[in-house]
């Protein structure tokens, strides 16, 4: 059976981001987290279960999550 699980790709607009804590906080799976500065950096990509709060959340618009498309799960 082919594996069905999602993968999301979590970037950041550094330019755009104010640090401001929210979208690590929100994050329900800790795929995000408090890096340098209070600015987010990425935890561990493979938690993200692209739920998009980080997304929708952030005030400036400086994530963006993208589906992977059609990837096997590489373990
Ligand atoms: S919610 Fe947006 S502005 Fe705030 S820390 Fe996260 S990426 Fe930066
Ligand atoms: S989409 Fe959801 S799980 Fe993924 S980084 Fe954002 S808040 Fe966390």
Redesign the pocket.
């Known amino acids: 059976m082919v594996s069905l699980k999602k993968h999301y790709l979590v970037k ?2 550094y330019d ?9 906080t929100v994050c329900p799976t800790q795929a ?1 987290r408090k890096g340098k500065g ?3 950096v990425i935890a561990d990509e493979k938690a993200c279960i692209g739920c998009k709060q ?1 997304e929708r ?7 963006d999550i993208i589906e992977k498309e059609g990837e096997d799960d590489h373990v």
């Not at 755009?16 to 690590?24: D, P």
């Not at 959340?57 to 994530?63: E, S």
């Open positions: 950041f607009n755009l981001c104010k640090a401001c804590g929210i979208c690590y995000i209070n600015a987010p980080c959340l952030c005030p400036d618009f400086a994530i």
